[in-house]
């Protein structure tokens, strides 16, 4: 029998709820889609504070959002807020009321959470992302406030960047400037690609990129309703935009502009059946992305016109095995995290070296920690970047690490798991201190603490048996006996510098784990 | 573009669409006259043609009456403003009322009279056996619910709810009675003879003068409140427009304050109408409505009744005492019933159209009927009560009100006068009694046409859901649903039941508010979720979801129609429905409840058009796409059938695509505002009008599409109050088989020679020219086909019996 899930999303203009049918036999289907418009977003702009009045009106429609699931006999649930809720000052106590009152738990996404879902929800499309990303690709997920660029090469995802460049934002810059609409197209023109500009040079090198996908909530719109809809009075040009469906090469796309410069507001409002505001929003949005696929010569846009409760749902049936062939999300978060050493020239030969040795004794003392995979997740990507401070000092390269990690975007992890990276990074130099700790993250709690010390403790192991950096370790065995953890290592070589160093690493292991490590060399 | 269909609208190619309207009640009363018809059935369409023009009046005559008095300038699509058009109509309605009396006159009443039944029109022409049964039926059973109205000074003339029948009276005092008091409130002098009849007689007025002194009351409260209320209209509307001539009393006034004399010349007069006054009372007294209208007098050779009215007239004395009734007539009159609502400031709608009922009560008066020959003195008097102007003032030869004609047709017997060559509703082969409805429906889209075939399926399609455990959730727009609703019942029994029922009630429907408010309640009792719909749009479309849980993941089930939810009409309607369990149409109409429910319009359809976002641009699209593709050298056909058309857009669109070379073929049955055969502007297009038997209420419309043929079916007519006001539902017909059929119907209309009217260039509608061509009667021959397709359907589940049962298999 097929599950049914539903997916919320407090959104900082609309909420959203989208029921879905899983099943192993058809994977996602979805059965219903319900939007409320309610702006948030101005509640934070004004003061920062969520009024009284929109509490009260999310706290009805999520009780309708109730209502309307239970008439579908949804069992499982997922309700995310995003922007307008992170910056909000009363977000917790609200939250905790709503929970009250209509027994819905909403969470609230980090941006990198939230930018993460956004993919889940392009690779909800399936095998059409699959197609797209075989090719160079960029995905240009545009946000109110910023934006945020990622590249996928050969399937996976290698960069991801935010820039400040969301809609809004610049909206309200054209305003203060006063510039009249004539002069929108330069200067929209030239704020992207002074940021554009830095971006090429700094992380897309040599990269080809041949398609853009693109989240938004302006052209998507236009794309999706004269795809599909009964708007049908269009010229010719914009015709076309609705025959290819959501896939538009550069070319038409530049005539559906062209085509879009000889109406005014109100008429193109008309005409594509969208909302006279909505015009001036509309324009930035399609010059930002010419200016974008004019810049890396891409070749076609792709508008999957897919909203955050995709994502959700993607991550809810990912969980649950719901796919049959799910892209590997957790390739795509490491597959930055190299990058990320890569740009700080960390050897990557011996982070991999580490991360193998990491892994192996993450997965040996397993009864011993019971951590999960996200731990191990957060070990390896702990593992990638143990020593890219390095880049910036030799001698205080622990706090220069963990500095580095904590203002890099790393996709897919919360704020919580980059503080608990940037953490174990930390400590596995630096002596390890509870108190400290406490004292100094206030954001982390005991759980989170006792993840770190855990974590460190493996990477403090692995890290030492590598001690020389020449990969002596290249293939160890582990065995638990007697409350010790042999680590068998198979080699000719000297390791009389890693058994020497060992000692004080196997300590603080023992102290978290209550069993001893000790290196048994077989000489091979 | 948009230049070149200008060109179409110029205000000469336009038909003014109340004249049209009255052209089809003309049609309807040319069944009324029409001698292939049964006796009985022209006393029901000549019924039809009075209530017809009732609602005419309450509505549109009022809402014209409405734009004269608030000064509105603008002008119809034909060109003509509203005074112009109200002056036109009320001549119009003249002459027609005419005509529906000529024919109860000269035709109905010499008929069943021939036939047996005779209307007795005057008490006196009664044997003297009904005569003592006339008498004590008025004893009995309606003397006590009469409730007699003196006017004088200190009784202000009663409210007469609108289209109520009444009779006005005028009395003179017997001598040595006491002044100015009506018999009926004084003590007799001496002690009459005291039968039990009079004591009872009396206990009976006591009661009705009690009554009537608090409706007094109350009424006179409700006057006054209502000539305040208009004097703030006038008022307001001097507002708007301050070279409005100031209302005559308040200009009388002024001018009394400034010249001294007027006040004795007032006076003066006063003296004199108070001595006329002395001499004459006038009273009225309401026909009461509790009571049916015609009373059936005891057999006789011929079956013979009189009217309620004249039994009262004749007894009228006795209802005041003391009073010589000089004379009386029967009156009636028609108000304003448009109701509007303003939405944004009514936070519970449902109160607020419970407000606006009462106040129907005392719209202004738009018409007033009275009995022909009646008093000049009572004439004068009514028409200065109600405040009508002369022409708004019908004399009638006849009895007032003809709907007394159903009451006609309802009498037992006479079966040889009545209709019976269209059949009973068939049952539908793909559905038949007892059947799985939802098993039905996973075989394939299932069609139906009412009232050919019955309409039970639709009944047994919620109802069935409401017992099937499966069945999650059940939705359900309800427009006019009928008294005792089986579906109303179905829906509380689902809620019950722990289904999750949502019921949208429109509670805007005219003239059935108050039967919506109950239903309502009473859904709301049983647990379903009610919804009132969207501000300021009606909700017209009709459409139920049922969303069953199966073994292989949610599936929707969908009703679509053309009409409402009721069971009665859907005897009398033709209109098509559609079930489905198409994954892309369930969406739709899970977005179409969504939206109704208030939340945002759905990211896309795929394929439904709804109304008023995006349907009028659908249709304008695929009447574009034709002419498009008669330009390219391809055929271009549209066929439309529809109870109305006075879109302007639609019809602009519809004259440039006739212009560029499309055939248009129409099938209208009430007002049409386009013409025909203007040169090079609608020489390609046919209109026609069937009036028949049933009232034609389905919308379908086809689209050549260059040999592409699509067809749709929908809850629209072509008026911009319901591509721009209303909820409707577009959908399409995608099943070739169905496809084959709902084209079928058209083709059968077109062919119709015995019902159809034709649309001639001079506006004026013309029986087809039957020479030399079949009698083809569209309704007949769905008839006969829905007959032979339901007994074609009856043999092979006969033989089914048969097929020898095998044993349950192991699941």
């Not at chain 1, 009363?90 to 930018?115: C, F, K, M, P």
């Not at chain 1, 460049?165 to 309200?172: D, V």
């Not at chain 1, 580490?354 to 004794?361: G, N, Q, S």
């Not at chain 1, 370790?473 to 007697?482: T, V």
Request: aromatic fraction near 8%.
């Amino acid at each position: 029998m097929a599950n049914l899930f539903g997916a919320i999303d407090v959104g900082s203009h609309e909420m959203e709820l989208k029921v879905f049918e899983l099943s192993k036999k058809n994977g996602i289907r979805q059965i219903d889609d319900v939007i409320h418009l309610i702006d948030l977003g101005s509640d934070t702009y004004n003061d920062g504070k969520i009024s009284v009045v929109h509490v009260a009106e999310i706290k009805r429609i999520l009780l309708d959002f109730k209502r309307i699931m239970d008439g579908y006999g949804v069992t499982n649930c997922q309700a995310y807020a995003t922007s307008a809720f992170r910056d909000m000052e009363n977000a917790t106590v609200v939250l905790r009321q709503i929970e009250q009152e209509t027994g819905i738990h909403v969470e609230i996404l980090a941006n990198s959470e939230q930018r993460f879902l956004d993919y889940k929800s392009i690779a909800s499309k399936g095998e059409e992302f699959n197609r797209v990303i075989q090719k160079g690709t960029m995905i240009v997920d545009v946000g109110g406030g910023s934006i945020q660029i990622s590249l996928f090469a050969k399937d996976r995802l290698v960069l991801t960047q935010n820039m400040l460049l969301g809609i809004l934002r610049l909206n309200e810059l054209l305003g203060r400037i006063g510039a009249g609409s004539h002069k929108t197209r330069e200067l929209v023109e030239e704020m992207v690609n002074s940021q554009l500009h830095v971006f090429e040079r700094l992380y897309l090198q040599n990269m080809k990129i041949k398609n853009v996908i693109v989240v938004d909530d302006y052209i998507s719109e236009v794309v999706r309703k004269n795809k599909v809809s009964f708007q049908t009075r269009m010229t010719d040009t914009l015709e076309k935009t609705k025959q290819n469906g959501e896939f538009i090469s550069v070319r038409d796309f530049r005539h559906f502009m062209a085509a879009m410069e000889r109406y005014n507001r109100t008429e193109l409002a008309q005409r594509l059946g969208i909302e006279d505001d909505n015009v001036p929003l509309l324009r930035i949005s399609a010059i930002m992305m010419r200016c974008i696929a004019d810049r890396v010569n891409a070749e076609l846009f792709w508008f999957p016109c897919v909203t955050l409760c995709d994502g959700i749902v993607y991550e809810f049936a990912e969980k649950r095995r719901y796919l049959k062939a799910p892209h590997d999300f957790e390739q795509d978060i490491l597959a930055c995290a190299r990058q990320i050493g890569r740009r700080y020239r960390s050897s990557e030969e011996r982070a991999n070296t580490i991360a193998r040795i990491a892994l192996k004794i993450f997965d040996s003392t397993r009864k011993f920690h019971g951590m999960s995979a996200r731990e191990k997740l957060l070990l390896e990507i702990a593992s990638t970047l143990y020593d890219c401070g390095k880049y910036i000092s030799m001698t205080n390269f622990s706090e220069c690490s963990y500095n580095i990690i904590k203002s890099t975007e790393i996709i897919g992890i919360s704020k919580i798991e980059q503080e608990i990276v940037a953490c174990v990074v930390r400590f596995n130099h630096e002596r390890y201190s509870y108190q400290k700790l406490i004292a100094e993250q206030s954001p982390l709690g005991e759980e989170q603490c006792m993840t770190i010390a855990r974590l460190t403790a493996i990477l403090r192991v692995a890290n030492a048996l590598d001690r020389s950096h020449r990969q002596k370790f290249d293939d160890l065995q582990i065995r638990i006996q007697d409350r010790k953890m042999f680590i068998l290592v198979e080699t000719g070589e000297d390791i009389s510098l890693e058994k020497g160093l060992f000692s004080q690493r196997a300590d603080f292991f023992e102290e978290v784990f209550g069993i001893r490590p000790v290196i048994k060399q077989k000489k091979g | 573009m948009a230049d070149q269909r200008e060109q179409y609208t110029n205000p000469k190619y336009y038909q003014n669409r109340e004249l049209s309207w009255l052209q089809f009640d003309r049609r309807c009363l040319s069944e009324a006259r029409n001698k292939d018809n049964p006796l009985f059935e022209r006393l029901k369409f000549l019924s039809i043609t009075a209530s017809n023009l009732d609602e005419f009046f309450m509505v549109r005559i009022a809402s014209l009456q409405d734009m004269v008095n608030a000064g509105y300038k603008k002008r119809d699509i034909a060109g003509m403003t509203a005074k112009e058009q109200l002056d036109a109509i009320i001549e119009d309605t003249h002459n027609f009322m005419q005509s529906q009396y000529w024919t109860y006159n000269h035709q109905l009443l010499p008929g069943l009279r021939e036939n047996g039944l005779d209307v007795v029109e005057s008490y006196k022409k009664l044997t003297p056996e009904e005569k003592s049964f006339v008498d004590e039926y008025f004893i009995n059973e309606v003397f006590p619910v009469l409730t007699p109205m003196a006017v004088d000074n200190s009784r202000p003339f009663p409210l007469v709810s609108n289209k109520s029948l009444n009779i006005c009276a005028l009395l003179t005092r017997q001598e040595g009675t006491g002044q100015g008091i009506p018999g009926y409130l004084q003590k007799p002098k001496k002690p009459a003879k005291e039968s039990k009849e009079t004591r009872a007689l009396k206990a009976a007025r006591n009661a009705g003068e009690l009554r009537a002194v608090l409706d007094e009351v109350k009424e006179a409260k409700a006057a006054k409140e209502e000539a305040k209320a208009a004097k703030e209209a006038a008022k307001a509307a001097r507002e708007k427009d301050p070279n409005a001539p100031k209302p005559a009393k308040e200009a009388k006034e002024g001018k009394d304050g400034k010249e001294g004399k007027g006040g004795k010349n007032k006076e003066a007069k006063t003296g004199k109408d108070n001595k006329e006054k002395d001499l004459f009372q006038y009273a009225t007294v309401q026909v009461p409505a509790v009571l049916p209208r015609i009373l059936e007098l005891p057999e006789s050779e011929n079956r013979r009744v009189i009217f309620l009215e004249e039994i009262i007239r004749h007894h009228l004395d006795s209802l005041f005492l003391n009073y010589d009734v000089v004379c009386a007539y029967p009156y009636r009159v028609t108000r304003n019933a448009d109701l509007t609502i303003d939405e944004d400031d009514a936070s519970d709608l449902l109160k607020e159209i419970e407000k606006q009922l009462k106040k129907r009560q005392r719209g202004y008066a738009i018409r007033l009927e009275v009995e022909h020959g009646m008093d000049p003195r009572l004439l004068d008097f009514l028409k200065k009560e109600f405040s009508v102007s002369q022409e708004k003032i019908f004399e009638i030869e006849g009895p007032l009100d003809l709907t007394f004609l159903m009451k006609l047709y309802g009498l037992d017997g006479f079966e040889w006068l009545r209709e019976d060559r269209y059949a009973r509703p068939q049952e539908i082969p793909r559905l038949p009694a007892g059947c799985n409805i939802f098993e039905q429906i996973r075989g394939g889209d299932i069609f139906m046409h009412h009232p050919y075939q019955t309409f039970q399926p639709v009944v047994n399609f919620v109802a069935q859901a409401a017992e099937d455990p499966q069945v999650l959730a059940i939705k359900q727009t309800l427009y006019r649903v009928s008294g005792n609703s089986p579906i109303i019942a179905a829906l509380a029994k689902a809620a019950e039941n722990g289904k999750q029922v949502t019921v949208l009630v429109e509670l805007k429907a005219r003239f059935d508010e108050e039967n919506n408010i109950v239903w309502a309640r009473m859904l709301e009792h049983a647990g379903c979720h009610v919804i009132y719909g969207l501000a300021g749009l009606k909700t017209h479309s009709k459409i139920t979801l049922v969303v069953r849980r199966e073994d292989d993941g949610i599936r929707r089930y969908v009703h679509l129609a053309t009409g409402n939810y009721n069971d009665t009409t859907a005897k009398i309607y033709t209109d098509i429905g559609l079930m489905t369990c198409r994954d892309d149409i369930g969406e739709d109409a899970t977005s179409a409840f969504n939206m109704l429910s208030g939340y945002s319009e759905p990211r896309y359809w795929n394929r439904l058009a709804l109304a008023p976002l995006w349907l009028k641009d659908r249709f304008l699209y695929l009447i574009d796409r034709e002419r498009d593709h008669v330009l390219r050298g391809e055929k271009g056909l549209i066929r439309a059938k529809m109870n109305s058309l006075c879109d302007p857009d639609i019809m602009s669109a519809l004259y440039e695509a006739s212009a560029a070379g499309v055939r248009i073929e129409l099938i209208v049955r009430g007002i049409c505002c386009l013409k025909v055969g203007i040169p090079g502007v609608s020489e390609n297009i046919r209109v026609r009008s069937i009036v028949g038997n049933f009232l034609e209420h389905s919308r379908i419309f086809y689209f050549e599409n260059a040999g592409r043929p699509e067809v749709y079916a929908a809850s629209a007519d072509w008026m911009p109050r319901n591509l721009d006001r209303r909820v409707e539902i577009l959908f399409p017909i995608e099943d070739k088989e169905i496809a084959k059929k709902v084209i079928h119907i058209l083709d059968v209309e077109m062919a119709d020679t015995v019902k159809a009217h034709i649309l001639k260039p001079d506006g004026s509608y013309e029986r087809v020219d039957r020479r030399g061509k079949d009698l083809i009667d569209s309704q007949r021959v769905f008839c006969d086909e829905a007959v032979k397709e339901a007994q074609e359907a009856e043999r092979p589940r006969g033989e089914r019996v048969f097929v020898p049962a095998e044993p349950a298999a192991e699941e």
